[in-house]
């Protein structure tokens, strides 16, 4: 479905974005992922080479705009068009809002929303030149209802959510669909760093009765970003096993 396609996922070293960047690669797009760290964008696609998937990677701080512009404006050139942009670079926080400093709080948001901001505004004016283009965030199912603490996270994630809804309307007269996927509870670092008796009382609550793993999500991404998502646009969609209600 993908043949041809430049895709750029975030966050695609590891975890989610690590399967996401695996399954676009696998339906043949030209995956370009992007990591924090020059060492983990290698582990990444050091991994992948021995599945015989090949990425290219790079490694700008998402929150310094003249970086991510650099960065972009090198693979319009080298590929002549963006057709798929994954934003879902992202980190948590577990702390109560007492424990929490104002820096650690601004700190999620430039991680989670503005370095987003500037992805997108950077892929933007060619996404426009070429009438086409799909972007993509990874929002929350806590974007929905919140969580008991850790506020930057499920605050950083709404935002998420009212960045893709203005954007679809934004970016429609373009034919450039924008649009979010809000996890539940994933197999990945971020969940397997949570205490035993914190995780197995949260699976009891989810009602197909597992917690979901990286391809449960990555192939969402797949379908918003398909021709079968043509008229989607705008939508979070919910990929929790329903532990949302
Ligand atoms: P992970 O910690 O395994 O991976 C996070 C990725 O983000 C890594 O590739 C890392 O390099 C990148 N990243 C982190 N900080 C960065 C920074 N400052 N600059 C650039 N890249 C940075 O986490 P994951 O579980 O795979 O999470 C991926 C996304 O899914 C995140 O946006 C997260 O909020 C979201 N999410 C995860 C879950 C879950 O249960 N795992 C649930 C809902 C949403």
Same mark, same amino acid.
């Given at each position: 479905m993908f043949e041809g396609k430049v895709v750029i996922v975030t @966050? @695609?070293?590891? +975890?989610i974005g690590l399967e996401i960047a695996r399954k676009f690669a696998k339906e043949k797009a030209q995956v370009i992922i992007f990591g924090s760290k020059e060492e983990s964008v290698t582990k990444a696609i050091e991994l992948l080479k021995k599945e015989d998937i090949v990425v290219e990677g790079y490694y700008p701080n998402l929150n310094n705009e003249a970086e991510v512009t650099d960065v972009i404006n090198k693979i319009y050139a080298t590929y002549k068009h963006i057709d798929v942009l994954v934003n879902n670079a992202g980190i948590s926080a577990s702390k109560k809002i007492t424990e929490t400093t104002y820096e650690e709080f601004t700190h999620i948001m430039d991680v989670n929303v503005n370095a987003m901001f500037n992805m997108i505004k950077a892929v933007t004016p060619y996404m426009q030149k070429q009438k086409d283009g799909v972007i993509l965030n990874t929002s929350s199912m806590v974007s929905i209802y919140g969580q008991p $603490? @850790?506020?930057?996270y499920p605050t950083s994630k709404s935002a998420v959510n009212g960045l893709t809804k203005s954007l679809a309307r934004e970016l429609a007269p373009f034919n450039i669909r924008v649009n979010a996927v809000a996890p539940g509870i994933i197999n990945t670092d971020m969940v397997k760093n949570l205490p035993k008796d914190v995780i197995e009382p949260l699976i009891k609550t989810i009602p197909l009765g597992r917690i979901g793993e990286p391809a449960d999500v990555a192939n969402a991404f797949i379908f918003l970003a $398909?021709?079968?998502?043509?008229?989607?646009? +705008?939508v979070v969609l919910s990929v929790d096993g329903a532990a949302r209600s």
């Amino acid at each position: 479905m993908f043949e041809g396609k430049v895709v750029i996922v975030t @966050g @695609g070293t590891r +975890g989610i974005g690590l399967e996401i960047a695996r399954k676009f690669a696998k339906e043949k797009a030209q995956v370009i992922i992007f990591g924090s760290k020059e060492e983990s964008v290698t582990k990444a696609i050091e991994l992948l080479k021995k599945e015989d998937i090949v990425v290219e990677g790079y490694y700008p701080n998402l929150n310094n705009e003249a970086e991510v512009t650099d960065v972009i404006n090198k693979i319009y050139a080298t590929y002549k068009h963006i057709d798929v942009l994954v934003n879902n670079a992202g980190i948590s926080a577990s702390k109560k809002i007492t424990e929490t400093t104002y820096e650690e709080f601004t700190h999620i948001m430039d991680v989670n929303v503005n370095a987003m901001f500037n992805m997108i505004k950077a892929v933007t004016p060619y996404m426009q030149k070429q009438k086409d283009g799909v972007i993509l965030n990874t929002s929350s199912m806590v974007s929905i209802y919140g969580q008991p $603490s @850790g506020v930057g996270y499920p605050t950083s994630k709404s935002a998420v959510n009212g960045l893709t809804k203005s954007l679809a309307r934004e970016l429609a007269p373009f034919n450039i669909r924008v649009n979010a996927v809000a996890p539940g509870i994933i197999n990945t670092d971020m969940v397997k760093n949570l205490p035993k008796d914190v995780i197995e009382p949260l699976i009891k609550t989810i009602p197909l009765g597992r917690i979901g793993e990286p391809a449960d999500v990555a192939n969402a991404f797949i379908f918003l970003a $398909s021709p079968m998502a043509s008229y989607i646009t +705008g939508v979070v969609l919910s990929v929790d096993g329903a532990a949302r209600s």
